[in-house]
């Protein structure tokens, strides 16, 4: 745990005691803050309340008292209007922020040289943030990971100077922490979304972009149009920049380059300094790092850790010893030649496309609750998909999809577990020599079937261990 000395004896509004708001609560008693929590659920107040933090109806509370509103990063700041705790805390003048404030503020105090990472972005935020932590625990660093990812922020050891903090922000959690200052901060990518939490796309570009703004160095996408906005504006700037790619050469900074050896494709990270480019990582045969989108996870990683001191021989060997995220291409074994990977986290066309662009004859697991658009977008990879297993809701829409864009085989399999024993079996009678995927990659909500894509992912993997044959990667 951090705790939060920076609002000693103030007495402070709490809103929202989910696991964030708890820890954000723990944090600040630790601290020797005053309290007053409140949650719209029941069962929240509840639990809080079972560890002795004080319980108080914030509705009819005086806020004249209050120091400021800390507010749950899950609860409406501004959009599609402000949260009625933030209209009380405005109303009083106190102001209203977040736990990724509190840890800034924090570290600003105890230990302002310790070295924090932030990653934001509209994809690739975890596994980004997981590569980099894992790449620095390797190296022998002492490394605390979480925000947005897993652990919240201020349930995590308190800033020191020979400890490095990995956080991933979303932009609920930036447009809290006005004072965010990272030593290296990361943009990512940018494509619209949340945009029921922040109005417009400017506003979400802004948000994001004020991350890069208040870091030391400033890691930036450049594959995408608004962010290469961003790198051009921090260039201009005058402060640190080190721009990455996953799909073009730079003049300078980290870019991944593909190229065919053996009739393979194989992506190498090449960093350029100076303008002058050197290879300082092979991902070929790194089935963790897998695909287009992994390429830039990879550079940016390599960028950030080579910014904190280490080698490129350390990042590289950090690299080959990834072993990835639970639900996101995640490699879980395989029977011959077949290999079985869930893309559970997967839940819409966009994040799908990325697994589809990672492997030749798929035999393909998808569908659940459909997002708007379908699987329209994902047209021109269909002649990657040797077959199609539909599954849940979105089954009629989907095969409807496949109908009109034709050259696609599919069959209805209802349900995962059905899904499962036809692709196996397919995919094992499949001809060649090369491998073959069997794929949950959905494009869909969990919804139906599941009640989150953790719980399908996990079932997924149930179902792909118990087949005979299964052998886990590293087996052999």
């Not at 100077?161 to 200052?181: F, K, M, N, T, W």
């Not at 962010?227 to 402060?239: D, I, L, V």
């Not at 035999?363 to 998909?385: H, Q």
């Amino acid at each position: 745990m951090t705790p939060i000395t920076v609002f000693a004896g103030a007495r402070v509004a709490l809103f929202g005691l989910g696991g964030s708001g708890l820890a954000t609560a723990r944090a600040l008693l630790a601290g020797r803050a005053e309290v007053a929590a409140w949650d719209d659920g029941q069962a929240g107040r509840d639990k809080a309340a079972a560890e002795g933090i004080t319980i108080v109806d914030l509705a009819s509370a005086d806020w004249s008292g209050f120091a400021a509103l800390i507010l749950s990063p899950g609860v409406p700041l501004t959009h599609p209007q402000p949260h009625w705790t933030v209209e009380k805390a405005r109303a009083a003048g106190i102001e209203v922020i977040g736990d990724v404030e509190l840890f800034f503020r924090e570290r600003a105090r105890i230990a302002p040289a310790a070295p924090v990472v932030c990653i934001t972005g509209t994809n690739g935020k975890s596994t980004t943030t997981a590569l980099i932590a894992h790449v620095l625990r390797s190296a022998g660093r002492d490394v605390q990971m979480g925000g947005n990812i897993g652990t919240a922020v201020l349930a995590l050891e308190p800033p020191a100077e020979g400890r490095v903090h990995v956080v991933e922000c979303s932009s609920y959690q930036i447009d809290l922490a006005p004072s965010i200052a990272p030593s290296v901060g990361i943009q990512m990518n940018l494509t619209p979304d949340h945009l029921d939490r922040h109005g417009t796309f400017e506003n979400y570009r802004a948000i994001k972009e004020r991350l890069i703004a208040g870091s030391d160095i400033a890691v930036v996408g450049v594959d995408d149009e608004p962010s290469k906005q961003m790198a051009r504006r921090r260039a201009a700037s005058g402060r640190p920049l080190v721009k990455i790619s996953g799909e073009q050469p730079l003049d300078e900074g980290v870019f991944a380059g593909v190229t065919a050896n053996a009739g393979t494709l194989e992506t190498r990270i090449v960093q350029v300094r100076d303008g002058k480019p050197r290879i300082v990582a092979n991902l070929a045969g790194i089935g963790s790092l897998r695909g287009s989108h992994n390429a830039q996870n990879a550079a940016a990683a390599f960028a950030t850790c080579f910014a904190l001191g280490l080698s490129a021989d350390e990042i590289a060997a950090g690299f080959r010893s990834y072993p990835g995220l639970a639900h996101r291409m995640e490699e879980i074994g395989r029977i011959g030649r077949v290999v079985f990977i869930n893309d559970s986290k997967a839940t819409n066309a966009d994040s799908t496309e990325k697994a589809l662009t990672s492997f030749r004859d798929i035999f393909w697991i998808l569908g659940g609750k459909a997002k708007d658009g379908g699987i329209e977008s994902l047209r021109r990879y269909f002649p990657n998909i040797a077959k199609a297993y539909l599954i849940g809701a979105a089954s009629d829409l989907f095969a409807a999809t496949f109908e009109e864009a034709g050259g696609v085989i599919y069959e209805r399999s209802g349900t995962l577990d059905v899904a499962v024993a036809n692709a196996t079996r397919d995919a094992q009678a499949h001809e060649g020599t090369g491998e073959i995927a069997v794929l949950l990659s959905p494009a869909c909500a969990s919804f139906d079937q599941f009640p989150n894509f953790e719980v399908r992912g996990d079932a997924f993997r149930g179902l792909v261990k118990a087949l005979p044959g299964f052998e886990p990667f590293g087996a052999r």
